[in-house]
Structure formats: C-alpha cells, structure tokens
C-alpha cells in the first residue's frame, strides 16, 4: 500500500498544482498552460523534486496529449481541412527548411561537425501542436481558418520531420539508407491517405451498429478506444502517437454533434490533459543559466527557432493576411517531444555533445513557456475587429 | 518511443477486450463485470500473458476502482446513509464475526497454527463493495435502501478489517500492541466522523467560490481533486482508498444535482472503471485447478466465505424484509484488495504458507465472480415485484 500511497499523493500535488496555477495565470490573462508548465518546474527534479520517477506520470501525461489532439481532431472536419491542404503544405515545407538551415548553419559556424549540424537543424523542424492547440482551445478559436492551416501544417511537419530522422540517424550511423527514407516516408503518407479515404467510410459503416450496443456510452467508448488504437498505430510505424489521436478526432469530427463526443471528452480532458503540461515543466534543465557561454548558444538557437518558422510559415501563410500570417508563424513555434526525441537519440549515438543536447532542451522549453503568451496576445488583439468563435470546445 | 508504444497497445488490448466481452456478457443478460472481468483473466498471465509488468495498469485499476466509488457516493446522501446507520453497522459487525469464526475454525480443524487461522479469518473479512457497486449501478439501484445499507456496512467493514489487521500482524510479529489497536481504530473512526461533521462543512463554504473561478470546470476538476485527496489521505492511515473516495463523492453529494457532477464523471468511469476489473481477471491464479486437495480446501473457505456474509450480513438485515436481506447477504460477499493484502502481508511475513495464500486468492477470486449473475437475478426478480428507480447513475 505504500507504493499506491505514495502515487496517489503525487498525483494530487500535480493535479492541485496545475489547476492552483492554471488559476492564477487565468486571472492575469495569462495562459493556463504557462501555470500548469510552471507547475512542473516547480514540483520537478530542478526545484522540489516531488515527482519521483514513477513511470505512471510520463504515461498519464502521454494520454493526456493524446486526448487534447483527440479533442481538437473531434472540431476539424476532413473536408475543412482538406480545403486548407495546399496552405498547410505550404506553411509546414517552408517551416522545416527555415529553421532546418538556420540550426545547421549556425551549430557550422560555432566549429561543430556537418553531423552535429544534421542533428540540430533536424530537432528544429517539428512543430509540437499540442501548445498551440491547447491556446486556440482556451480562446475558442479552434475552428478558425489558422487554425486549421496549423493543425494540417503540424501533422505534415511531424511526417516530414521523421523522414529528416531518418536521415540524419543513417548519416550519424554512417549508413544512410535511401530505400529506408522512401519507405518510412511512404509508410506515414500511406498511415494518412488510408485513414481519411478508407478508414472514415469503415467508421461511418460501423458507428450506427455500435450505437445499438447494450454497454451505456458504447459510441464514446469506442471513439476512445478508436482514438487509442491509431496512436499505437502511429507510435509503431514511428509517427507521433498525437498524430493519430488527432486524425482519430479528425475521422469523428463530423459524427461529433450526433454523439456529443467532445462535450463528454471534455472531463478526461480536464483531468488528463495537465499530467501533459506539468511534466513538460518538469523535463526543464535550470542547470544551463550557471553557464554563460551554453546559454548565450542556447539563446541564439531560440532565437533562430523562432525565426525560422515565423519567417517559412509566416511567408507559407501570407496569403491569409499579415495577422493570419502572424498566428501561423507564432503557432507553429513551438517545439516539443519530437525536437527531444530527436537530441536525445543523437546524444545516445553520440552524434551530438550533450552541450548540445542540452541546447536543444532549453530551447524546447523556450519556445514552449513564450509562445502562449505571445499567441495570447495576438489573438485577443486580432479578436478585437472579429470576435471569436465562441466557446466551441467546451459547451455547457 | 518503444517503450511508449509498447503501454499503448496493451491499453489498447485491455480496453478493447473489456468493452467486448462486458457487452457479450450483456447480451447474455449476464453482468458485463464478469465479462470484464474475464478479459483479463485471458490477457493475464495464465493465459495470453499480454499485460506485462508495467505498474502503470495497476495504478489506472486503482484510479478505475476510486472513480467507481467517488462516482457510487455522489448518489449516496450523508442524511442517507445516517439513516440505515444502524442497519448498515449490525450488518458489518455481524457480517466481520461470522466469516472470522468460520475461516478461523475450518483452519484449525485441516491442522493449521493458531496463527495461520486468524490470518484467514481475517482475510475473509472485508468486503470489496467495488463489484456489488458496479452491479447496482449498471442496474441502476444505488439509491435503494438495500444498496444503502451495504455501503454504509462496507465502509464500516473495511475500517474493522483494518483493526483485525492490526491485531494478526502483531500475532504474526508476536508483539500484539493493544496500544496500535485502539490507535488505528480511532485514527479511522476520527477521519470518517471529521470529514461528515467538519469536512463537508468546509466543502460547502468552499464550493460556491470555486465556481466563481476563470478555470473552465473548476468546480469538477475540484471535485476530482478532492476525490484523489481524501483517497491519498485514506491509504496513508492505511485505510482503503476506496473508502477516501467513497466519503468524497458522498460529501458532494447534495451538490451533485447542481453541478451535474455524475454525469461529468461518466467518461472517466467509462474509460478508467474496465482497468480495475480486467486488472482483478489477471491476478486469478489457475493453477489451483491442477491441484484437487488444494482445490477442495479452496472451495470449502469459499463456500464459508459467501454463507459467513449471507448468515452474517443477512441476519442484520432481516428487518428489511426476506428479499432485501437475501440481496444485502449476496450483495456483501465479494472480498477484494483487502482479502489478498491480508493474505500478501501473512504469505510476507511467513505466517501463513504458500498453500494458504493460494486458497485465500482463489476465494477472493471466485466470490467476485459469482456474486455478479446471483445478484443480478435476485434484484431482477425482486424489480418484477416493484420496478427500479430506473437509470440514475447514466443520466444522458
């Protein structure tokens, strides 16, 4: 029992916390979600250290991720999106190669191998939507034209960012495979196409048979259990698990209003979505701010990651209008696990110095904490010629 | 990632066979508990082994099994429960002795210590109220007299058990501290009175501001939050955490209707609850099945353990009425955590063998799984008499 004890108590503090703070960024017209990260700073190794190393939280705060995309998926109808397709390719091809050659010429120009600059410019490439989303939810303005550019763009980053994985590991293994780059490319590509061309007529064949089932709420559970067999899907073909929650949403949206899917994915949300962003605080490394000269290189890498989407995805997004432009390019800034995934692999093949591999935390974490702030702020203003949608994404 | 995609296929597994053997069983007008159940008897190591050993399944079965009863106590009233109080204690002590004596005695008589018998009788004590609970609600009789009765018992039991524990640990040690008795006996009485007189007194004062909050929900999320906290804070003093939850929902309970915190709590129960039973299927030890002398011991402490509640907890509810009292009897017989920590703690210790635990499990095992289709019948054939409050714990 000390064990069990021991969680359930941690799982207070976090839950408390996120929502203690949440509350109070609120009402200063801040973004719940900088209070939640802030959290997990403050609970985290670097300051409290109450989180133990339990590996319940890390998966409680991956479910959580994966019913936020769920829940943005279940306000983004496929034809909505296929409407956006060009913009987003746009926005998400421009957004890689900017800050691709921005990370690579910089770690270049600071006397690193072209290997080490592989790896840098590859962690800047993918876009962590769950961010961003998770603003645009809070202001209610999922279901704006941005907002969709972002959503679509995000999901192709994260499929072109695994073939820039696929690349760059080849190269830091010195083997790189052209036959293995085609095939994860045609793997994530084929994973999309079949879902919104043939998975979306097996669901709308299957979902009236399952609302005569006799278990209650048989159509929410299985949309849930939908949403998590395509995230296993996608984690096992090396996607993103949030990529397939997200078309999983996306697959609903339309059967959405019929089944009330969001309004009764709403208190999973509320209850897994903070684990998400209290253990993004919790993987901040405050050990970066005693050594000027990796802070100075880390800052200029975030400076450089902030610019290389604002300028690809702000440029992919003109034609929306200078302050879409502006939401795109901000949206898209935010870097996440993938950026992560992609440091921590080259720091265990040794591709890369953890010097470096703590570069790429800071500036993860950077773009994370000021994005919401600054998206925040572009948003209301924006809103103050057009209104938001309203609360699209928790009705009452 | 592997790691990650590993949980998330097992999730994957676990949800899926639960939700599809619980409707199977309910076509069958069978309860879908035992089909939950079932599943993870299958899944489980005895058979298709695909659990693993990630902690990260018990501890979503533990959550499971606290939103199950913070989700019965938001139907159970304090004003309720004060008044089949009387009833309710009658029926728990009456329902501790009988299932004590006989698993003490039958013990002694197959030629066991004197130590060895108290162990099994105390681990034949508490009833594990999750799976009566479960079977009330899926028929939508929580807020039944009889249902109110054995709750209220439940809870009372389950503080005794924990007195009982006390007292065969020190056997066991050889160092019976009368003084660690009355402490743990007043440390449960003194929480369960706290939080009914002074506890919900606070909650009351609190609840109105907490809705005043920016947070969206605040008042569930709160909610949930003191569910976790009064759980967290119930296993600390070695109490069940069941038992936190329970009180919690049961203190919210009269603010339920305003704050539709039932219906709030729905998808949680919904996607958590199936973890707690398919997690109880895995722990069934099969190989009992090839031992017959075993067998045989196991299926004498079994049938004491279901006539010890019947006998015990039926002759506390005789004033009920034949038909009430049968359905109290049958509906406090499921024995769960409780029984086989007990049993765990005796196996650790080296008070009781390996044979003795073996047989403990399997009556755990098999009065959870039998209760289910009895009770269901006993209440359908009662309902004929006098329909049920219909369907209050799913309201859509």
Redesign the interface.
Do not use: H, Q, W
């Given at each position: 029992?000390e064990n069990?004890?021991q969680?359930?108590?941690t799982?207070?503090l976090i839950?408390?916390s996120a929502?203690l703070l949440?509350?109070i960024f609120?009402?200063f017209k801040q973004s719940?979600v900088v209070g939640e990260i802030l959290a997990g700073i403050i609970l985290g190794p670097q300051v409290l250290n109450m989180i133990g190393t339990?590996?319940?939280f890390p998966?409680l705060a991956?479910?959580g991720v994966i019913i936020l995309l769920f829940t943005v998926g279940l306000q983004t109808k496929v034809e909505e999106i296929m409407r956006v397709g060009k913009s987003s390719l746009v926005v998400a091809v421009l957004g890689v190669v900017f800050p691709f050659i921005f990370g690579y010429l910089y770690t270049l120009i600071i006397n690193h191998t072209t290997v080490e600059a592989m790896f840098i410019g590859a962690a800047m490439v993918a876009t962590s939507v769950g961010i961003t989303a998770r603003v645009f939810a809070?202001l209610g303005i999922i279901e704006t034209k941005a907002a969709r550019v972002i959503l679509g763009a995000a999901v192709l980053d994260d499929v072109i960012a695994m073939v820039v994985l696929a690349i760059v590991t080849g190269m830091g293994k010195g083997t790189l495979s052209l036959v293995k780059i085609g095939l994860i490319s045609l793997e994530a590509v084929g994973f999309i196409i079949f879902l919104i061309l043939i998975g979306r007529r097996i669901v709308y064949r299957v979902v009236p048979r399952v609302a005569r089932?006799?278990?209650?709420?048989?159509v929410?559970?299985?949309a849930?259990?939908f949403c998590?067999?395509l995230?296993?899907v996608a984690?096992?073909i090396?996607l993103a698990?949030i990529i397939g929650a997200f078309l999983a949403g996306m697959i609903l949206a339309e059967l959405n209003p019929e089944f009330n899917l969001s309004v009764?994915?709403?208190?999973?949300y509320?209850?897994l979505v903070p684990f998400f962003f209290v253990m993004l605080g919790t993987w901040v490394d405050l050990s970066i701010f005693n050594q000027p000269a990796l802070l100075w290189a880390a800052l200029i890498i975030t400076l450089f990651a902030i610019l290389g989407k604002l300028l690809g995805c702000g440029l992919g997004a003109l034609h929306l209008g200078g302050k879409d432009a502006l939401v795109v390019g901000f949206g898209m800034v935010p870097r996440g696990e993938v950026g992560m995934?992609i440091a921590s692999i080259g720091l265990s093949m040794k591709a890369i110095t953890s010097d470096l591999y703590t570069v790429i935390i800071f500036m993860v974490m950077a773009t994370t904490l000021f994005t919401p702030p600054i998206l925040r702020r572009i948003v209301l203003r924006k809103s103050e010629e057009k209104p938001p949608d309203g609360e699209k994404i928790?009705p009452e």
């Open positions: 029992m069990i004890t969680i359930l108590i799982l207070v839950f408390a929502k949440g509350e609120e009402r719940a339990s590996e319940i998966v991956e479910i809070d089932f006799r278990t209650k709420d048989a929410f559970s299985s849930i259990l998590l067999f995230s296993a984690s096992y090396d698990a009764k994915t709403e208190s999973l509320n209850f995934i928790e």
